[in-house]
């Protein structure tokens, strides 16, 4: 489903509000106002009723929101409804800490397939994902895998990217500092951790 | 230095700009347009200007940002300018990712510490830096660390911040996909890599 142009900063907070949702559920509740959920997630109430804004009113005045209408509408914006197969490439020490990732399951993720080219890896059984060959890759659109992470060293990431891309893999999550090139059609989501980092001594007052 | 309210996405951006200026300075470029830079780090020009606009004006209308200055600023905003320790606490899969990650560099990060409550990784030196006891934390601002990233399990996130907080840190970069409680002086970002995967289907066309 498309609604027109959403700011991509928009698209970007509504995982964040989908999971502050899952977690206010867990605590047993069925509304949620407002203020409290933007509490919740760190976001300005204001930002959040402008972000919803873009696809209709999702809130009851005086109500607040329903927790489990709200989590419907996000998912189904994020065409996260049918649930996802995604593969991994890289079974490093960052690729394994992706594998045991517990925050994948509330959007309905699953890793379906992990890859490496290193033979002392390949083969082995990490949790329930079974590492195969690197140059398997080729078999994943077949197995219904469109995702792929990618968590290969530097130097080998714009390679990892074009096979996947050759697979007919539509988009990957990046965790390389290094930009990759893809086609138009393939979209690509850099996680730079140093980024995040970066912002820290901004709010940290010099002594 | 404060320059006023400055919006958080604001702020989130200008590490991401900083990145591209060091790779594009690698290239040996002195200059750049806000165009070829806007491109560069996949954000719109007139965000690029609208975000710079609460600074000052950085740019030389025709000629564009020189690298060298325009980096220096935004390190003087970021409070980049003259470095900082960072610790790092749970040296699992993910935290033995953190330590070997090659981008905190050109923000002046340096890693300069590392603590778990695993005997056998106790004593430990990974790359260059030795794992000591969690009980040590104590030392870091006597060691002029503010800032820590926890790479722990979930159940054990709030319990390592509660530790962190009382020895004097500042600012926190948490992995884990809970939300820990923290007092107001502290600043904590969380990076959650499902919510930046969760956004991938969006951009992907439904087959």
Redesign the interface.
Known sequence: MRYGKIPN?T??R???Y??GLA?LAGQGLKSVSSGKLAD?VNVPPFQIRKDFSYFGDFGTRGVGYDIANLSRQIKK????ESG?K?ALVGV???G???L?????K??G?EIEAAFDNNPAVIGRKVGSVLVEDISKINTLTKRGV??A?VAVP?QAAQQVADKLVAAGV????NFS?K?IAVPKKV?V?T?????????????????
């Open positions: 900063e698209i970007r509504l995982p964040i989908l999971r977690m919740f914006i994020l065409n996260l996802h995604a490093g020490n960052l394994s800490a992706v045991a990732y517990p925050g994948f509330i959007y993720f469109m995702l992470i530097e539509k988009g990957i999550l500092p930009r979209k989501i996680i730079d951790i140093a980024t995040d980092l970066a912002r820290l001594p901004y709010y940290i007052p010099s002594s």
